[in-house]
């Protein structure tokens, strides 16, 4: 089993940023992938940027260019930098950890409100 534990987020005005952490306890060594998603009220979780044990990332269309997506492979962190952030980024974020199993591993959320 693998455990994440979030930290980070709050209320930010439009513009502002903020920065999520998450740590991953347990069966590390069976993490290949690490991620944020989020989920705003009456909407479905969505992919916000992931990385790979290799460094590899992916963010989705709509943070590109603001966000930035980091880890530390072998202690199995992954960090979101979050800039410019618009109202349309309010959600609850979730970290996001992915085994070689396809075994999915999920953080308890944190909330990100950016008011304008």
């Known amino acids: 089993q693998v455990q994440l534990v979030e930290s980070g987020g709050g209320l930010v005005q439009a513009g502002g940023s903020l920065r999520l952490s998450c740590a991953a306890s347990?069966?590390?060594?069976?993490?290949?992938?690490m991620g944020w998603y989020r989920q705003a009220p009456g909407k479905q979780r969505e992919l916000v940027a992931g990385?790979?044990?290799?460094?590899?990332?992916n963010y989705a269309d709509s943070v590109k260019g603001r966000f930035t997506i980091s880890g530390d492979n072998a202690k199995k962190t992954v960090s979101l930098q979050m800039n410019s952030l618009k109202p349309e980024d309010t959600a609850v974020y979730y970290c996001?950890?992915?085994?070689?199993?396809?075994?999915?591993?999920w953080g308890q959320g944190t909330q990100v409100t950016v008011s304008s």
């Open positions: 990385i790979t044990s290799g460094g590899i990332t």
């Open positions: 996001n950890a992915k085994s070689s199993s396809q075994a999915d591993y």
């Open positions: 347990g069966r590390l060594y069976s993490i290949n992938v």
